[in-house]
């Protein structure tokens, strides 16, 4: 089992930064990959970022050049940094790990966290 709590979020203006923080805890070690989603009101869920256990990293074309995902191995954290916010950023952002354990696939998912971006 992995628990992951997020928090970061908040209400800011068009232009400004955030960074979201991604806690896990319990088997961190199945932990493969971790990535960030966000679900704006009416739409369907969608992946913004993720980051695999070798630190290769990948994005959704709407957030490349101004996100990024880290990860802190020794924190077992990852960090979403939102750079040039933009109103269409507003939603519920996820924390998502995916574990493998024995070959055996498991996902987890964060209770979520809200930014809202006004312009």
């Known amino acids: 089992q992995v628990q992951l709590v997020e928090s970061g979020g908040g209400l800011v203006q068009a232009g400004v930064s955030l960074r979201l923080s991604c806690a896990a805890s319990?088997?961190?070690?199945?932990?493969?990959?971790m990535r960030w989603y966000r679900q704006a009101p009416g739409k369907q869920r969608e992946l913004v970022a993720g980051?695999?256990?070798?630190?290769?990293?990948n994005y959704a074309d709407s957030v490349k050049g101004r996100f990024t995902i880290s990860r802190d191995n020794a924190k077992n954290t990852v960090y979403l940094q939102m750079n040039s916010l933009k109103a269409e950023d507003t939603a519920v952002y996820y924390c998502?790990?995916?574990?493998?354990?024995?070959?055996?696939?498991?996902?987890?998912w964060g209770q979520g966290t809200q930014v809202t971006v006004s312009s």
């Open positions: 998502n790990a995916l574990t493998v354990v024995n070959s055996k696939y498991g996902g987890y």
């Open positions: 319990g088997s961190v070690f199945s932990i493969n990959v």
């Open positions: 980051i695999t256990s070798g630190g290769t990293t």
